[in-house]
C-alpha cells in the first residue's frame, strides 16, 4: 500500500510540475532525494558530487518542465534522468580519468573472462564495432577468441598458426580498441564495473 501510495503521490507531484507549479517540484524532492541521493553517491563514490548532480537535476526539471512529457512511472522516470545526468558529470570532470584508469586496470586483470560474462549487451556492442576495423586476420582471430570463445590452442590449429601468435594479435587487438572504447564508455559499464573498483 505504501508503494501505491507513493506512487499516487508522486504522479500528483508531476501534474503539479507540468502545470508550472512550484508544490510539484518540491514533492518530488521531498519524496524522491533520499532514492536518488543514496543511489547517486553509490555510484559516484563522492556524498558531495551526488547532492550536486540530484540538485542540478532538480533544477533542470523545473527549467524544462515545459517541455517534459506526460509519465506514467514518475519514480523509474527520475532514475533514468539521473544516470544521464551521472554520466554528463563523469564526462564533464577529471573523475571520468579516474574512472577510466579503474577500467585499464580492471580490463587488463580481466583477460582470460569473456566480455559476454562481465558486460553488458552494449558494452559487447561497442567492442564488437571497434573490433570491425582492425587488421583482417587480427579481427578473426579477436572475434574468434572473443566472441565465439574459442581458445588460443583452438584458433592456432584452426587457422595453422602458432599458439604465441595468436596471444600476440589478441594483444594487439585489444590495445588498439582500448582508445575508442575508452572515449565511448557508458554509464551502463560504469555501473557493472562498480563491484570490482574501489
Keep these: 500500500m505504501a508503494s501505491v501510495s507513493n506512487n499516487v503521490e508522486l504522479q500528483n507531484s508531476w501534474a503539479y510540475l507540468l502545470k508550472g507549479d512550484e508544490q510539484g517540484i518540491s514533492g518530488l524532492y521531498?519524496?524522491?532525494?533520499?532514492?536518488?541521493?543514496?543511489?547517486?553517491?553509490?555510484?559516484?563514490?563522492d556524498k558531495s558530487a551526488a547532492s550536486d548532480?540530484?540538485?542540478?537535476?532538480?533544477?533542470?526539471?523545473?527549467e524544462k518542465r515545459a517541455e517534459l512529457p506526460t509519465v506514467v512511472n514518475v519514480e523509474g522516470y527520475l532514475f533514468k534522468s539521473l544516470k544521464h545526468a551521472i554520466l554528463n558529470y563523469l564526462q564533464s570532470t577529471k573523475i571520468r580519468d579516474k574512472h577510466l584508469d579503474a577500467f585499464y586496470k580492471?580490463?587488463?586483470?580481466?583477460?582470460n573472462l569473456t566480455l559476454e560474462s562481465i558486460?553488458?549487451?552494449?558494452?559487447?556492442?561497442?567492442?564488437?564495432?571497434?573490433?570491425?576495423?582492425?587488421?583482417?586476420?587480427?579481427?578473426?582471430?579477436?572475434?574468434m577468441n572473443r566472441f565465439e570463445h574459442k581458445t588460443v590452442s583452438e584458433i592456432a590449429k584452426e587457422l595453422n598458426l602458432s599458439e604465441q601468435t595468436v596471444r600476440n594479435q589478441i594483444n594487439l587487438a585489444l590495445k588498439k580498441i582500448r582508445p575508442s572504447v575508452m572515449e565511448s564508455i557508458s554509464l551502463v559499464l560504469i555501473l557493472s564495473l562498480q563491484q570490482y573498483i574501489k
Design 30 to 45: 521531498d519524496t524522491m532525494w533520499h532514492k536518488l541521493y543514496t543511489y547517486a553517491a553509490r555510484v559516484l563514490q
Design 53 to 62: 548532480v540530484i540538485q542540478d537535476l532538480f533544477i533542470k526539471l523545473w
Design 119 to 143: 558486460y553488458q549487451k552494449e558494452l559487447l556492442d561497442l567492442i564488437k564495432n571497434s573490433s570491425a576495423s582492425l587488421p583482417m586476420r587480427m579481427k578473426e582471430i579477436f572475434q
Design 106 to 111: 580492471v580490463y587488463s586483470e580481466m583477460d
